[in-house]
């Protein structure tokens, strides 16, 4: 049981917009900033979003990031086929005193 | 091009000793501005962080790991390294090693980029 809570899957068709939310609480999202990660088939994760809406050089404004309150979210529009792939939520949590990170979104295209 | 590349035995036994290396190229653990992490995906479960070491030494630990987990570094080898001991079967998975970037005045890290995970099998 994962302490950020993410849906297990979302699908769109290409060119499509996809939204992939993360739950958490006060002591997480709630306090800290959220980061998303990438892991395509195959591969190594991969920062995607760090700090709620920053993207790391080389991520395309597809891709981005928001908070509010204990949620947040990761939008991609214009979907591709190379979107395929595990998407993860991480935050710190301060009662836990460690990051902690979403069960994973698998995104699918249609 | 920063890469890092874990290595060690895939399999260990019950109650025994599992042992990583994590060799980083294209960066220097030397010069502190990151921190280095172990990050692992047990099977059939999500990721879960294990802690990070810093240059000088200084270490910090997820607490759920119950002390089991040690972290080292080797600057001269630029290479850091994780001890799990009295590990059990719900230790399978895959092991990534990981640089930590951060920015303090915002409360913000996150992890890149990460090695390409090595797996672990806990079995007599």
């Known amino acids: 049981q994962s302490v950020l809570t993410q849906p297990p899957s979302a699908s769109g068709a290409p060119g499509q917009r996809v939204t992939i939310s993360c739950s958490g609480s006060s002591s997480n999202i709630g306090t800290n900033t959220v980061n998303w990660y990438q892991r395509l088939p195959g591969a190594a994760p991969t920062v995607l979003i760090y700090?709620?809406?920053q993207r790391p050089s080389g991520v395309p404004d597809r891709f981005s990031g928001s908070k509010s309150g204990t949620s947040a979210s990761l939008a991609i529009s214009g979907l591709q086929s190379e979107d395929e792939a595990d998407y993860y939520c991480a935050s710190w949590d301060d009662n836990l005193h460690a990051q902690v990170f979403g069960g994973g979104t698998k995104v699918t295209v249609l | 091009q920063v890469q890092l590349q874990e290595s060690g035995p895939g399999l260990a036994k019950p109650s025994q000793t599992l042992s990583l290396a994590c060799t980083v190229s294209g960066d220097s653990i030397n010069s502190g501005r990151h921190y280095w992490s172990w990050i692992r995906q047990p099977a059939g479960k999500g990721l879960e962080w294990i802690g990070r070491v810093y240059k000088s030494g200084k270490t910090y630990y997820n607490p759920s790991l119950n002390s089991r987990a040690a972290i080292s570094v080797d600057t001269s080898k630029n290479q850091f390294s994780l001890r799990l001991i009295s590990v059990t079967a719900a230790d399978t998975g895959i092991y990534y090693c990981a640089r930590e970037s951060y920015v303090s005045a915002a409360g913000s890290n996150w992890f890149d980029p990460w090695g390409q995970g090595t797996l672990v099998t806990v079995s007599s």
């Open positions: 700090s709620i809406n």
